[in-house]
């Protein structure tokens, strides 16, 4: 109930006013039945929009720290996530893989909508890198149809919202669903589960025009710019979006 509130009453409103969102390909995604959704991810804004021009619930994975909170804004954290769907998991143990598989397939036996991002991080400047595996192993073991995802104009509607002046508008793109046939009986197949994450990183980079990075992680490329900055030298040499 809190999840259609959230979408329809107290945030979807506000999103759609300000972001003025537009969805491309909205018939590749199941009518019903499990489904995964493998996109980009540029801003926090990305797991508001897509959601909200889609008919059906989509559920997310979270890290558990959003629902471990104490006092009025632990309550209010978890109330939020929850009911916006969030599916918590703790990343920080050495099982943290396995438990993100085994929420995923729960989500999936479930017949739900999973949205999963393979950059693993939001991109530290809006290129799209290379994407981990873990949605392509999560798609042979569940068997269900997988759709490559794009948003565009998720990070200038945060800067420009933050500043209260008027963001351009944020375009969800939903590929045609991935035919996993190629690759039948090879679950656990270390090689099929990167050329599928191959191909959807080549899917989601035809969707978005976004520079593709192949060979370097998003979460490394995060602890270089770190480490840039921290020696106080410029941080980019290149524009902010690199999208069309």
Same mark, same amino acid.
């Given at each position: 109930?809190?999840?259609?509130?959230?979408?329809?009453?107290?945030?979807?409103?506000?999103?759609?006013?300000?972001?003025?969102?537009?969805?491309?390909?909205?018939?590749?995604?199941?009518?019903?039945?499990?489904?995964?959704?493998?996109?980009?991810?540029?801003? +926090?804004?990305?797991?508001?929009?897509?959601?909200?021009?889609?008919?059906?619930?989509?559920?997310?994975?979270?890290?558990?720290?959003?629902?471990?909170?104490?006092?009025?804004?632990?309550?209010?954290?978890?109330?939020?996530?929850?009911?916006? /769907?969030?599916?918590?998991? =703790?990343?920080?143990?050495?099982?943290?893989?396995?438990?993100?598989?085994?929420?995923?397939? !729960?989500?999936?036996?479930?017949?739900?909508?999973?949205?999963?991002?393979?950059?693993?991080?939001?991109?530290?400047?809006?290129?799209?890198?290379?994407?981990?595996?873990?949605?392509?192993?999560?798609?042979?073991?569940? =068997?269900?149809?997988?759709?490559?995802?794009?948003?565009?104009?998720?990070?200038?509607?945060?800067?420009? +919202?933050?500043?209260?002046?008027?963001?351009?508008? +944020?375009?969800?793109?939903? /590929? !045609?669903?991935?035919?996993?046939?190629?690759?039948?009986?090879?679950? /656990?197949?270390?090689?099929?589960?990167?050329?599928?994450?191959? !191909?959807?990183?080549?899917?989601?980079?035809?969707?978005?025009?976004? !520079?593709?990075?192949?060979?370097?992680?998003?979460?490394?490329?995060?602890?270089?710019?770190?480490?840039?900055?921290?020696?106080?030298?410029?941080?980019?040499?290149?524009?902010?979006?690199?999208?069309?």
């Amino acid at each position: 109930m809190l999840y259609w509130l959230l979408k329809y009453v107290l945030i979807g409103p506000f999103l759609r006013l300000t972001g003025r969102p537009r969805i491309t390909g909205r018939q590749n995604v199941p009518a019903e039945g499990p489904a995964l959704l493998v996109g980009n991810h540029l801003s +926090v804004a990305d797991w508001l929009f897509m959601p909200l021009l889609l008919p059906r619930r989509v559920t997310f994975l979270a890290k558990s720290d959003y629902f471990t909170g104490t006092g009025i804004r632990g309550k209010l954290n978890r109330w939020f996530f929850a009911g916006s /769907g969030q599916y918590p998991i =703790d990343r920080t143990n050495a099982d943290a893989a396995q438990a993100a598989m085994d929420a995923g397939l !729960e989500v999936l036996a479930r017949g739900d909508l999973l949205c999963i991002y393979p950059e693993g991080t939001r991109s530290p400047d809006g290129r799209l890198y290379r994407g981990k595996t873990g949605p392509a192993r999560l798609a042979l073991r569940a =068997d269900v149809p997988v759709v490559p995802v794009g948003v565009i104009g998720s990070q200038d509607y945060i800067r420009r +919202v933050g500043r209260f002046a008027r963001p351009g508008r +944020v375009h969800v793109l939903m /590929g !045609e669903p991935l035919d996993l046939a190629p690759w039948a009986g090879r679950v /656990g197949d270390r090689a099929a589960e990167r050329e599928i994450t191959d !191909e959807l990183m080549r899917r989601i980079q035809a969707l978005t025009g976004q !520079e593709y990075v192949p060979d370097v992680y998003g979460a490394e490329m995060k602890k270089r710019y770190e480490a840039v900055r921290e020696s106080g030298h410029n941080l980019l040499d290149r524009p902010v979006d690199g999208q069309r």
